[in-house]
């Protein structure tokens, strides 16, 4: 049987000098995004930077369970390859998975796999992934191992310019 099964994938706040806190449009985006976007995630693997942790901390709330979390040094400037090779690697029971960590190698993923959805959230995203964006990406397939290229259709776009855009409204 074919379990449909669930990606998000969203870039880490940009940190303001040496600390590598999260500040500014940054910090205040991730809460947003986290709070407007909840979904059950099962497991997270991500970046253990201190940005990374800190963007976790700010979604963890907006969820309606704690998931298990996973912080994966592997994805520190990993590139689309790598880290798909780390999501196929995830327990065949998830369901739903969300990547938190850094661009080019987030956006780059997001692009290989997105084949379908909405045009004109693909295309935005194919613009970039913005620090604090977050793409929702669902396949059908049995397991995490077999996700393969353009397997995927673009659920959710959502960029710090699109909720600010919704708010004016």
């Not at 190698?105 to 995203?125: Q, S, Y």
């Amino acid at each position: 049987a074919i379990v449909p099964r669930k990606s998000s994938a969203t870039s880490a706040a940009k940190a303001a000098g040496r600390s590598g806190r999260a500040t500014g449009r940054g910090a205040s985006m991730r809460s947003a995004i986290g709070t407007g976007q909840a979904a059950t995630q099962e497991r997270q693997p991500k970046h253990s930077s201190e940005r990374t942790r800190e963007t976790w901390e700010h979604l963890a709330p907006a969820l309606p369970a704690r998931p298990r979390v996973i912080y994966e040094e592997r994805l520190y400037n990993a590139g689309a390859d790598a880290i798909l090779a780390l999501v196929r690697k995830t327990e065949p029971a998830g369901k739903s998975l969300l990547v938190i960590g850094h661009n080019p190698g987030l956006h780059d993923l997001a692009r290989l796999l997105i084949a379908t959805g909405d045009v004109e959230a693909r295309e935005r995203l194919n613009e970039g992934l913005p620090t604090s964006g977050l793409a929702v990406i669902d396949f059908a397939c049995e397991t995490w191992r077999k996700l393969h290229p353009d397997g995927g259709r673009l659920e959710r776009f959502v960029s710090p310019r699109s909720l600010a855009a919704a708010d004016r409204v």
